[in-house]
């Protein structure tokens, strides 16, 4: 098939930035022969020219490409550079004179003549002074090499090493927009030096300008065919802009040139990937790793290959070894995260508890709800606990205690996970119940020591988080109320109570809602328990003041719902998933793998985004961190949940997000619309879920995205009947009854009720509360959805979550509409479990 001039001229590019320089050069002949006067082609082949220093080859090309189109910055840059180095200075002052008539930058332009013999300024640093300033760059001392070239960049403006090394040193310490001058200044001044091209396409890269970083990069390239870090960097910016070809070529000319270019392998493997050539990206991988044996990136990207090929067991010491070389590896700790979640441990391996401490104290790399339940496998076959932890409930004497508080001291991982998250296993609860059981119990028995306030201080954190879902027996209610009358009356005499017993009482009783909870000053060296359990709380009481609200919420069914979040903020959590870095919404649809009907909103830069029905932050928070450049809405109906959200929210410094107080049903009064909309578990507690969506399609802009999250009717089959086994017994819904009939389920034998206990809402008391005792719930089957959508306006474009798209392909043909949710029903009645959390869907508006 013969090429068109644009396609031949791309072949050209593509053979000269990949160092291919006669096959370029063949290509732009070519061109010539048909079209003399094609201005790229004259340029480009002038610049081959001068990459082996035949300038006067160079000349006339360069002036033919101007001739044709002179409005063109690069074309006079590189004719002007190239009569300076043929000595013709008057001829390049003329066509400065001529470029600055077409409008260019005549003082960028005369930056050139400062390198030609018959410039006027002559004076450069001595190289005593040069050799002082890379003295000081080499040998990492950065903050002398700044002082010495920005004193060397005032003395000597127009030498281009100074300017080199100071945009270099501004870009190592974190200074990259400022850094930016710098680079530039340095190829103005020497635009010959392949190099100073190289470190400006670095800083381009790392501001997200790829298209100027990949301009730099060729230029780079163009002066030096050989620079196989040019060639490299090419192609991590190409793979960036989604060229994956091209930059597959990139890599593979900087293998060739270097062999041993360990992250050259290692990029190629991750395009390779991200073209589905699995098997190609694990060989790259292996190899990167074999020539550099310490290259963590290789060892974590080598995992993501086996964990997407199936092979979790190979993928999971990936993640170890790439975390053991770089201990602050977010990106592979964020890995890790995704298969521990799919793990159960069945040995014993203390090695890991460093790793996974990190997992859930750094940051916020995940939820550790999410993570619990594989921790807790792990610890399970530790010879510490295994034999503490009981099948059914246990009395234990004053030398058990001492001899599990003192097992359990050691287990500072359990600590951890015990004071940030409910734990998902009924043998933990059952020995931490026992335990809580014992100290009330003998509190005028038991002497404090350090271990032992260690534990009650995790044990209180702990039935704080989960909201003091742990049953309690009528002798330690009493008890209890028994302590509280005489802590009250300690502090009413100006005395402070023992520090033991302020802890036992706050593992059953939250102390905020002690008058005298401020005035403990035993809680003074306990920072975490009374920032937890005194200091947050009232600050939500105060922040409650602050919450807007929309219009009165009037509808009966919302009342019931408000009523039921302000007694329970659901769900209480200390640290969530945030990304490292935001992405634009082409790139999460990318990730997410969605089937747009209309490819317009990936062209939205700073979305107006509504979350309807956020109620304790986790959901704004994580969407508001998640796309670039967008600003946030976040309403709910509760109070005491958006006090809870905007506490944490001002606590993770995110400034694109605001509460509102308000009912699905009044957001029109909202005036605004949004190019994407979230609510996630709320429309099914609606009285008319439909009343509520159709408002918020009202909100969506045309092309705009939704994503919606709804029960299925197939997957609560059992949460149903217990639902009417609730009802038909008349339990109501204080903290005591969901207590109880929590405790029966736990205690029964039925195996319709085992399911129950795998839930993760089963372990704390607000999402439990959720899970059966809602006072509101619609349950829908993909088909009524289906016509929902149909009925609104509104087209389905695929699930949160892209991996059980392959268990839909493994169920239907592969060449199926992932998208036919007819399809979908049959897969789900086959499935009927596979949406027991929820269906977690997006659509978009015609």
Same mark, same amino acid.
């Given at each position: 098939m013969k090429?068109?001039i644009?396609?031949?001229l ?13 096959e370029a050069e063949l290509? *732009?002949q070519a061109i010539?022969k048909?079209h ?10 002038g610049?081959?020219?001068i990459?082996?220093n035949q300038i006067?080859a ?5 002036k033919?490409a101007?001739d044709?189109n002179?409005m063109?910055e690069?074309?006079w840059v590189?004719?002007?550079d190239?009569l300076?180095r043929?000595?013709?200075i008057k001829n390049a002052?003329?066509?400065?004179v001529?470029a600055k008539k077409k409008?260019?930058?005549?003082k960028?332009l005369?930056a050139l003549?400062?390198?030609s ?5 002559t ?5 005593a002074?040069l ?7 080499q040998?990492?001392?950065l903050?002398d090499?700044e002082?010495?070239?920005i004193?060397?960049t ?5 030498h281009?090493?100074s300017w ?5 040193v501004?870009?190592q310490t974190g200074?990259?927009?400022?850094s930016?001058?710098?680079m530039?200044t340095?190829t103005q ?17 790392e ?11 060729t230029q780079?390239?163009?002066l030096k065919p050989?620079?196989?870090?040019a060639h490299?960097?090419?192609?991590n910016?190409l793979k ?5 070809s091209?930059a597959?070529?990139s890599?593979?000319q900087?293998i ?6 360990a992250e ?5 493997g ?6 589905n050539?699995?098997?190609?990206a694990?060989a790259? *991988? ?12 290789a ?6 290959t086996?964990?997407?090929v199936?092979?979790l067991e190979?993928a999971?010491?990936?993640?170890i070894q790439?975390i053991?070389?770089?201990p ?7 890995n890790?995260i995704?298969?521990?979640k799919k793990?159960s441990?069945?040995s014993?391996?203390p ?7 990190n ?6 790399l ?6 619990a339940g594989?921790?807790?496998?792990l610890l399970?076959?530790?010879?510490l606990?295994?034999?503490l932890?009981p099948e059914?409930?246990?009395v ?14 050691k287990?500072?991982?359990l600590h ?5 998250c409910?734990?998902p296993?009924?043998e933990f609860?059952?020995?931490f119940v026992?335990?809580r059981?014992?100290?009330l ?8 020591s350090?271990?032992l306030i260690?534990?009650?201080s995790?044990l209180?954190?702990?039935c704080?988080?989960?909201e ?7 002798e330690e209610?009493q008890?209890?109320e028994?302590l ?6 300690t502090?009413?005499?100006s ?5 033991i017993k302020?802890?036992c009482?706050?593992?059953y009783?939250?102390l905020?809602?002690?008058d005298w909870?401020q005035k403990l000053e ?8 009374k ?10 009481k105060?922040?409650e003041q602050h919450?807007s609200v929309?219009g009165?919420?009037s ?10 979040y302000?007694?329970n903020?659901?769900?209480?959590w ?12 082409a ?11 209309s ?9 107006a985004?509504?979350i309807a ?9 994580e969407t ?7 600003q946030?809405t976040?309403v709910d109906?509760?109070l005491?949940?958006?006090? *809870?959200a905007q506490?944490?929210?001002n ?7 605001e ?6 049903l009044n ?7 949004f190019?994407i909309?979230?609510s996630?578990?709320?429309?099914h507690?609606?009285?008319?879920p439909?009343?509520?969506w159709k408002v918020?399609?009202g909100?969506l802009?045309?092309g ?6 709804l029960?299925s009717?197939?997957?609560r ?5 217990t639902r009417?086994?609730?009802a038909?017994?008349?339990?109501g ?6 207590r109880?009939f929590r ?6 034998e ?25 006072v509101?719930?619609?349950?829908f089957?993909?088909?009524q959805?289906?016509?929902?959508l149909?009925k609104l306006?509104?087209k ?8 059980i798209?392959s268990r ?6 592969k060449?199926s ?5 007819a399809?979908?029903h049959?897969?789900?009645?086959s ?6 959390g929820?269906?977690?869907?997006w659509?978009?508006?015609?």
């Open positions: 090429l068109t644009e396609q031949a791309q072949r050209g590019v593509t053979a000269h930035n990949s160092g291919n320089l006669q290509v *732009y010539l048909s003399p006067k094609h201005p790229d082609a004259n340029h480009n082949l610049l081959i020219a990459s082996v006067a160079a000349l006339p090309l360069f033919t101007l044709v002179p063109i690069q074309f590189s004719y002007i190239a300076i043929d000595n013709q002052k003329r066509a400065i001529r409008g260019f930058d005549a960028k005369e003549l400062s390198h013999k018959g410039a006027t300024d004076k450069e640093p001595s190289q002074q050799s002082s300033l890379l003295e000081c760059y040998n990492g001392r903050s090499a002082k010495l070239a004193s060397l005032q003395i000597y403006p127009s281009p090493f080199k090394v100071l945009g270099t501004l870009r200074r990259t927009t400022e930016l001058t710098a530039q340095s001044l020497a635009p010959q030096d392949a190099e100073a091209h190289y470190n400006l396409g670095n800083t381009l890269e501001l997200g300008r790829l298209c100027e970083a990949e301009a730099s990069y780079a390239i163009a050989d620079y196989s870090k490299n960097n090419l192609g910016t960036e802009l989604g060229r994956l091209e597959e070529a890599y593979t900087a060739a040139l270097k062999p041993d270019y050259a392998h290692n990029n190629l991750a395009t390779l990937r991200e073209l050539r699995l098997d190609e694990e790259r *991988y292996r190899q990167a790793i074999a020539l550099k044996p310490d290259l963590a990136e060892h974590s990207n080598l995992g993501v086996l964990k997407e199936g092979r190979e999971y010491p990936s993640y790439a053991n070389l770089k602050d590896f977010t990106e592979a700790y964020l890790l995704v298969v521990i793990l441990y069945t014993s391996n090695q890991l508890y460093p790793i996974l401490t997992i859930l104290t750094t940051g916020n995940t939820r550790p709800k999410g993570v594989s921790i807790l496998s399970k076959h530790d010879p606990i295994k034999d932890l059914r409930n246990i234990l004497s004053l030398k058990e205690a001492a001899s599990t508080i003192a097992a359990l001291d287990l500072t991982l951890h996970l015990m004071r940030l409910p734990l296993d009924l609860e059952r020995l026992a335990m059981s014992f100290h119990t003998n509190l005028d028995k038991i002497e404090a350090p271990k260690y534990f009650l995790s209180c954190l702990h704080f988080t989960n003091y879902v742990y049953v309690e027996s009528n209610t008890l209890v028994e509280e009358a005489l802590i009250t009356q502090v009413a005499q005395e402070q109570p023992e520090v302020v802890l009482l706050a593992s009783r939250p905020h809602q002690y909870c035993v809680l003074d060296h306990l920072g975490e328990v920032a937890r359990l005194i200091e947050e709380p009232l600050a939500e105060k922040i919450i929309l009165k919420i509808d009966d069914v919302s009342l019931k719902v408000r009523e039921q302000e007694e903020p659901y769900p209480r200390v640290k969530l998933a945030i990304p490292i870095k935001a992405k634009s919404i790139a999460v649809c990318n990730d997410v793998n969605l089937h747009l009907h490819e317009s909103i990936k062209n939205v830069t700073a979305p985004i509504l029905g956020c109620g304790t932050g986790q959901h704004s928070i508001a961190s998640r796309f670039s450049g967008c946030v976040a109906l509760s005491a949940s958006l006090a *809870y506490r944490k929210t606590e993770l410094g995110v400034s694109n997000l509460y509102l107080q308000a009912d699905i957001l029109h009064q909202l005036g605004r619309e190019d909309i979230e996630s578990g709320v429309l507690h609606m009285g008319e439909m009343a509520g918020l399609t909100l802009k045309p705009g995205l939704m994503k919606v999250g029960y009717e197939l997957a089959g059992q949460v149903i009947k009417e086994k609730i038909s017994l008349g339990i819904a204080s903290a005591a009854q969901i109880n405790e029966s389920l736990s205690m029964s039925y195996k319709d009720h085992e399911p129950f206990i795998s839930f993760p809402d089963y372990f704390s008391l607000s999402e439990f509360r959720d899970l059966v005792f809602h509101q719930e619609r349950r089957t993909l088909l959805i289906q016509d929902c149909s306006g509104l389905f474009c695929g699930f949160e979550n892209d991996d798209a839909f392909k493994g169920f239907h043909s060449g509409d992932i998208c036919d949710l399809l979908w049959q897969f789900e009645e499935n009927p479990d596979f949406f027991v929820m269906y977690q869907f659509c978009q508006k015609l």
